[in-house]
């Protein structure tokens, strides 16, 4: 998450976890839900935080819509998409789980953290969350 060597750069780095229908809040790794390369798809997330699909020439239709019902992409919360996103990533760990295992999700939650640099500790300062029930 850190690169070695870059103490002067900050960086902004996220962890998914889910809730279990047994209660237990479990690591989710990314990469086994999209068969992506690890850093595909934190850049996927990041883009997704800063609304990039909302600043393409071409709007999809359904983001046009929300950004005309909002006033504007300035009016846009950060992560607007995010729900979908982690909705998707739920329902792929699901379908990988039976019916009745106690590992299924109940709910899927992305946590954003910040690491200031100048050394290497104080990388977990907690920056923003976004959850989603299932």
Known sequence: MMAGGELQRAHTYFVLRGETVSGETVDV????????LYSRNWTMVDATVM??????????PTNA???ASVGGIENLPP???????LE?????????????SPRRLKA???DMYRWE???????DKFIDSWRKEL
């Open 29 to 36: 790794p990314a990469i086994d839900l999209t068969n992506a």
């Open 51 to 60: 609304n990039g699909s909302f600043k393409l020439a071409s709007l999809h």
């Open 65 to 67: 819509a929300l950004l």
């Open 79 to 85: 992560g607007a998409r995010i729900p979908d996103l």
């Open 88 to 100: 998707s990533w739920g329902r792929i760990y699901n379908s990988k789980q039976s019916a009745s």
């Open 108 to 110: 899927i939650r992305l």
């Open 117 to 123: 640099g100048g050394r290497y500790a104080d990388y």
